[in-house]
């Protein structure tokens, strides 16, 4: 079975760089045919999709954040992380990291992190 | 963006009755859309894949159909642990959207 596990701060000052890490556990990051996604919720609100990356490195990420999303995996670690730059309040929300099952034709995400709570503030 | 409209927004039903969460789509999406179920404090579960394929392990009272912009998730049976918020999700295009969620309570 599966598990994400996301870690990093959980209190990030406004304008400054909000950095999260997945640990996958009880499977390789680089096996199969599957994303490695980050998923936010602001709370009481609905699902935003950040971004993915496949082990090889190619990312997609959502246009709405601009250029201010990095996506990059570590292989060897089995880790998956995220960068978004220039933080403001609107960016306050469950972080989840998550596993998408990629076939014909799905695009689903099949396993999910618990989330990680970042609040931006000063 | 693809853009998701789910309806009601929050429902209220009694153990046994049949629910059911309508999701559509700004543009035509085949079949290319999931469910997932979110328990309070938890993260989301896929339910449905591919518009009306049961996850395995998924509990068979739930059921997805639909194609195009018109979609239907149905739970035949209410049952207290189906208490949650339900999202569809297209993956048509990216970037992958979600509809706004449907609260589903016990009357």
């Known amino acids: 079975q599966v598990q994400l596990q996301e870690s990093g701060p959980g209190l990030v000052k406004p304008s400054q760089t909000l950095s999260l890490t997945c640990t996958v556990s009880g499977g390789s990051i680089s096996s199969g045919n599957y994303y490695w996604s980050w998923i936010r919720q602001p709370a009481g609100k609905g699902l935003e999709w950040i971004g993915h990356?496949?082990?090889?490195?190619?990312?997609n990420h959502n246009p709405s954040l601009k250029s201010r999303v990095t996506l990059s995996v570590d292989t060897s670690k089995n880790q998956f992380s995220l960068k978004l730059s220039s933080v403001t309040a609107a960016d306050t929300a469950v972080y989840y990291c998550a596993r998408v099952r990629v076939g014909t034709p799905t695009v689903a995400v099949d396993f999910w992190g618990q989330g990680t709570m970042v609040t931006v503030s000063s | 963006d693809i853009q998701m409209t789910q309806s009601p927004s929050s429902l209220s039903a009694s153990v046994g009755d049949r629910v059911t969460i309508t999701c559509q789509a700004s543009q035509d999406i085949s079949n290319y859309l999931n469910w997932y179920q979110q328990k309070p404090g938890k993260a989301p579960n896929l339910l449905i894949y591919?518009?009306?394929n049961l996850e395995t392990g998924v509990p068979s009272r739930f059921s997805g159909s639909g194609s195009g912009t018109d979609f239907t998730f149905t739970i035949s049976s209410l049952q207290p642990e189906d208490i949650g918020t339900y999202y569809c999700q297209q993956y048509d295009n990216l970037p992958l959207t979600f509809g706004g969620g449907t609260k589903v309570e016990i009357k």
């Open positions: 990356i496949y082990s090889s490195g190619s990312t």
């Open positions: 591919d518009a009306s």
